[in-house]
């Protein structure tokens, strides 16, 4: 059973930064780790992905080159570094978990945390 919680979430003015944190307990060093976010009336999206383990990423186009994701083994946490932020990025994210490879299909990840408001003021 893993088990996530995120934090960090807040507002802050287009072009600004926020580092989300996901902490995560449970089995991870063979997890895929992800975040995705939901805007309102929006389909839930991927965002970004890590394999614990080996460290492979990848990252939605419409985030690369402004977020940045990690994790720390010594905390069994994982961030998104999230820089240039714009009113678009205003959604609720969520961390998940996986095992079996790196899938962007939402429906395929089978733990979630409970979200954090990330709101972006123009």
């Known amino acids: 059973q893993v088990q996530l919680v995120e934090s960090g979430g807040g507002l802050v003015q287009a072009g600004g930064s926020l580092r989300l944190s996901c902490t995560v307990s449970?089995?991870?060093?063979?997890?895929?780790m992800g975040w995705f976010r939901q805007a309102p009336g929006k389909d839930r999206e991927f965002v970004a992905a890590v394999r614990w383990g080996a460290g492979n990423t990848a990252y939605a186009d419409s985030v690369k080159g402004r977020f940045t994701i990690s994790r720390d083994n010594t905390k069994n946490t994982v961030y998104l570094q999230m820089n240039s932020l714009k009113p678009e990025d205003t959604a609720v994210y969520y961390c998940?978990?996986?095992?079996?490879?790196?899938?962007?299909?939402?429906?395929?990840?089978?733990?979630w945390g409970q979200g954090t408001q990330v709101t972006v003021s123009s």
């Open positions: 998940a978990a996986r095992y079996g490879g790196l899938i962007t299909v939402v429906t395929d990840w089978r733990y």
């Open positions: 449970g089995r991870t060093y063979t997890a895929y």
